[in-house]
């Protein structure tokens, strides 16, 4: 599991110099500002909304003493609540989006990688953007049930200091899976992709872990997190369908949807 974790965090090693080898920059044009008008829309609501809920959470405090207290604690509750479902759903909005622009992508690293350019199914815009709000549903719906008790287990003490390394850890998974998808979509069906990724899930906590750290860096890293990270997650997932036998057999290639 580290082992893979750790291929998946060396493969961000030049994204930089084979997006511009392969001329990839055009593609992200799009992506990026999907990424950046997202992630201000986002944080635009999580300014507005982080009050109302920390409020929510103060009513739970019956008593006057120290409610001033358990108020100032709501608020900074609802803060990070409203933050860490924020970057749940940026991650799904975007790659949902960008699915249409992310796949020639990865399809164009795979062809770099493979010297075959002529063996991959060619599904339209609109079948690529379905598949990836399909993807991104099951991911959001996923990720949100396993948030939740997580995030109410940080108020266990003792052991509650976990849950924020188990968030981030839930977060850089599928994180590292949507942009994992961008390569399997060619080869397998949905549940195919998710058996795959499963069997992989090392690979793409380590992709994903990038992502998230990534985000943290304001305004660049969001306008540069889908181009490295797409780059990385295609590089390593071609690696692995190439190992395991998996790429290009005719069994393996999906109809298109």
Known sequence: ?????????????????????????????????????????????????????????????????????????GDILGAILVIVVGLVVYKHIVMALSAPFMSPVSEKIEAHITGITHTHRKSSNMAQLWRGIRINIRNLLMELLLTIPIFILGFIPIIGFLSSILLFLVQSYYAGFGNMDYTLERHFEVGESVKFVKQNRGVAVGNGIIFMLMLLIPVIGIILVLPLSVTAASTETVRILKETKKLNAPESISKIA
């Open 1 to 73: 599991m580290v082992k893979n974790i750790l291929k998946g965090i060396q493969a961000y090693g030049g994204t930089f110099q084979l997006i511009s080898k392969l001329g990839l920059w055009k593609y992200f044009g799009i992506p990026m500002l999907i990424s950046f008008l997202t992630a201000l829309l986002i944080g635009v609501t999580a300014w507005t909304l982080s009050d109302n809920i920390g409020g929510l959470i103060a009513k739970a405090w019956f008593w006057e003493w120290g409610a001033e207290t358990f108020r100032s604690i």
